[in-house]
């Protein structure tokens, strides 16, 4: 039976559907990787979750489904501390647990980004929102008086770039006098 019921739901996503066609069913996880399908008329975003001081950019939890499917540049920011920007499209009906679980999927500290502190919860990488991203990180700024000519700065500079690559992301920027550092990661 579950065959049964995998095999219309295939053959729905490779026909568009005609007004006068049902729906395809909620609930039992059907779906690709485990997404369910909706039509963009018939999805209903999640309630907003307490998100304390982190924003969002676009607002998702204010878009409709056909703007959730084609989510552009979706960038998570807590002010004075960071931001993760994820480049391109991410369609947020096909990964709607992202909407659902957000606070607990996105951790923005001093001087650290975490995208899904709980390893439990991280799904395999293209998925959700294990991803390539741009983090930028605030207040990343060397120790005061530690950096006094054009020279210190620069070896600082490439020290944190050292690091960077290190940890398995790719470096874009460090400022030092604003303490500023860019780097970009492949997934998390």
Not at 35 to 56: K, S, T
Not at 170 to 185: H, S
Request: proline fraction near 10%.
């Amino acid at each position: 039976q579950q065959q049964q019921q995998q095999q219309p739901q295939q053959q729905q996503q490779q026909q568009p559907q005609s007004p006068q066609q049902p729906s395809p069913q909620r609930g039992g996880g059907a779906g690709v990787g485990g997404a369910e399908l909706f039509e963009d008329d018939d999805f209903v975003p999640p309630p907003r979750p307490h998100l304390g001081d982190l924003e969002l950019s676009p607002d998702v939890y204010a878009l409709t489904g056909a703007e959730l499917r084609r989510v552009r540049d979706f960038t998570i920011r807590r002010p004075n501390v960071g931001e993760v920007t994820f480049p391109g499209e991410l369609d947020l009906v096909r990964e709607r647990r992202v909407l659902d679980e957000l606070p607990t999927i996105v951790r923005l500290e001093q001087g650290e980004a975490v995208i899904y502190p709980d390893h439990a919860m991280k799904p395999a990488e293209g998925e959700g929102l294990n991803r390539p991203a741009l983090i930028t990180l605030f207040q990343c700024k060397p120790p005061p008086g530690s950096l006094t000519d054009a020279d210190s700065k620069a070896r600082y500079r490439d020290r944190i770039a050292r690091m960077t690559e290190v940890k398995g992301a790719t470096f874009v920027d460090y400022d030092c006098d604003n303490g500023i550092w860019r780097f970009r990661v492949s997934h998390f």
